[in-house]
């Protein structure tokens, strides 16, 4: 059995389409399908599929609809359950599993620097896609959560496969799909920065700019929000070349993700930092890595443990800080795992212990 939600709703069997008659014995169908493998009770199915004010003859629809999905579908695959039903899919047979299973298989390979591996994995993954997801269903209560669900999903591995296109010096072909995808979702951080990272590498900093402050006026009038701090660090690109062009391409790499650009750049920075001479860049490299390991699940498992151990939150706080301080040497100073020649005050200012 073959089934597609990723897209106009098709179940298949044998390479043949079966045909679900009836809108409410669709929607029945689909909201087992939600709950896949699962005892999804005859409660639930009555206030998903009717509402909370379910007439006395719902509850015989849904019988009726059940019995005639068991005529259509596989033998065995729809059973009752007390207090309900299940429905049962391998996960092989069902299109947004394949899509989760691939998208993590790209962030995996991102993570680990195969580029090319990721960027192909990831396009596998969108090519499941067929539509808006559950698009017969795009009305209906029961289905909004997962549609909301799905498509920030979609949007993630869209993100990432940028990210591994950048990566491997593709730039200038992203600009014309980053535009218009920044025109779609107008306040989603991570398109910005990506835009303006390819600008920048395309040459165009004036451009990249211009990105920025579209973006601080479209929070600041639109929405009453601060200027994000996932885009805070792209003023460092306003200069042309100069000798802070070193720092502020680094910087503005790590903003988006990236590694510094070479290994003398992420000395350079690392230099930089150490000597405390540049206070633009290393506010803006902190407040980085604050915005992001404040969402880190190791971050928050480390400062739990801290906590039972009973430290004070000046201990706390001055742990925090020197993993913070880690995590920008590690990210910005040793580009592809390579280890950074030392240079002074490196061990006082920039190391910090593992997380334990």
């Given at each position: 059995?073959?089934?597609?939600?990723?897209?106009?709703?098709?179940?298949?069997?044998?390479?043949?389409?079966?045909?679900?008659?009836?809108?409410?014995?669709?929607?029945?169908?689909?909201?087992?399908?939600?709950?896949?493998?699962?005892?999804?009770?005859?409660?639930?199915?009555?206030?998903?599929?009717?509402?909370?004010?379910?007439?006395?003859?719902?509850?015989?629809?849904?019988?009726?609809?059940?019995?005639?999905?068991?005529?259509?579908?596989?033998?065995?695959?729809?059973?009752?359950?007390?207090?309900?039903?299940?429905?049962?899919?391998?996960?092989?047979?069902?299109?947004?599993?394949?899509?989760?299973?691939?998208?993590?298989?790209?962030?995996d390979a991102l993570a680990a620097g195969a580029a090319a591996q990721a960027a192909r994995t990831l396009r596998q993954a969108l090519m499941l896609w067929q539509g808006p997801a559950l698009a017969d269903?795009?009305?209906?209560?029961?289905?909004?959560a997962e549609i909301a669900r799905l498509e920030e999903l979609r949007l993630a591995c869209l993100e990432e496969r940028i990210e591994a296109d950048l990566a491997l010096g593709s730039a200038g072909a992203?600009?014309?799909?980053?535009?218009?995808?920044?025109?779609?979702?107008?306040?989603?951080?991570?398109?910005?920065?990506?835009?303006?990272?390819?600008?920048?590498?395309?040459?165009?900093?004036?451009?990249?700019?211009?990105?920025?402050?579209?973006?601080?006026?479209?929070l600041r009038e639109e929405l009453g929000l601060g200027v994000a701090t996932q885009v805070a660090a792209a003023l460092l690109v306003t200069a042309g070349d100069n000798p802070g062009r070193v720092r502020?391409?680094?910087?503005?790499?790590?903003?988006?993700?990236?590694?510094?650009?070479?290994?003398?750049?992420?000395?350079?920075?690392?230099?930089?930092?150490?000597?405390?001479?540049?206070?633009?860049?290393?506010?803006?490299?902190?407040?980085?890595?604050?915005?992001?390991?404040?969402?880190?699940?190791?971050?928050?498992?480390?400062?739990?443990?801290?906590?039972?151990?009973?430290?004070?939150?000046?201990?706390?706080?001055?742990?925090?800080?020197?993993?913070?301080?880690?995590?920008?040497?590690?990210?910005?100073?040793?580009?592809?795992?390579?280890?950074?020649?030392?240079?002074?005050?490196?061990?006082?200012?920039?190391?910090?212990?593992?997380?334990?």
């Amino acid at each position: 059995m073959r089934v597609r939600i990723l897209g106009p709703f098709q179940l298949e069997e044998g390479g043949q389409r079966i045909t679900i008659g009836g809108v409410r014995q669709r929607a029945v169908l689909a909201g087992l399908l939600l709950h896949a493998n699962e005892v999804v009770p005859s409660e639930q199915l009555l206030v998903e599929l009717w509402g909370a004010d379910a007439p006395p003859s719902a509850v015989n629809a849904l019988q009726a609809a059940i019995s005639r999905l068991r005529r259509v579908l596989p033998p065995g695959r729809l059973i009752t359950t007390d207090p309900g039903y299940t429905l049962r899919v391998f996960p092989e047979e069902l299109d947004v599993k394949q899509f989760e299973q691939l998208v993590s298989d790209g962030r995996d390979a991102l993570a680990a620097g195969a580029a090319a591996q990721a960027a192909r994995t990831l396009r596998q993954a969108l090519m499941l896609w067929q539509g808006p997801a559950l698009a017969d269903f795009r009305y209906e209560p029961f289905a909004q959560a997962e549609i909301a669900r799905l498509e920030e999903l979609r949007l993630a591995c869209l993100e990432e496969r940028i990210e591994a296109d950048l990566a491997l010096g593709s730039a200038g072909a992203l600009i014309a799909q980053l535009w218009r995808l920044v025109g779609e979702y107008p306040v989603r951080e991570r398109l910005r920065g990506q835009l303006m990272l390819a600008l920048y590498r395309d040459g165009r900093q004036t451009e990249a700019l211009e990105v920025y402050r579209e973006f601080r006026s479209v929070l600041r009038e639109e929405l009453g929000l601060g200027v994000a701090t996932q885009v805070a660090a792209a003023l460092l690109v306003t200069a042309g070349d100069n000798p802070g062009r070193v720092r502020r391409e680094a910087s503005f790499a790590a903003l988006c993700g990236a590694s510094p650009v070479d290994a003398s750049s992420g000395k350079q920075l690392r230099h930089r930092l150490n000597r405390g001479g540049d206070r633009q860049a290393n506010s803006a490299l902190w407040t980085i890595a604050m915005t992001r390991l404040a969402h880190d699940p190791r971050t928050k498992a480390y400062l739990a443990r801290r906590t039972t151990e009973g430290k004070t939150s000046k201990e706390i706080i001055r742990c925090l800080k020197r993993y913070i301080a880690r995590e920008i040497y590690k990210a910005l100073c040793r580009p592809n795992g390579q280890e950074m020649p030392s240079t002074p005050h490196t061990k006082q200012d920039l190391s910090a212990p593992a997380l334990t």
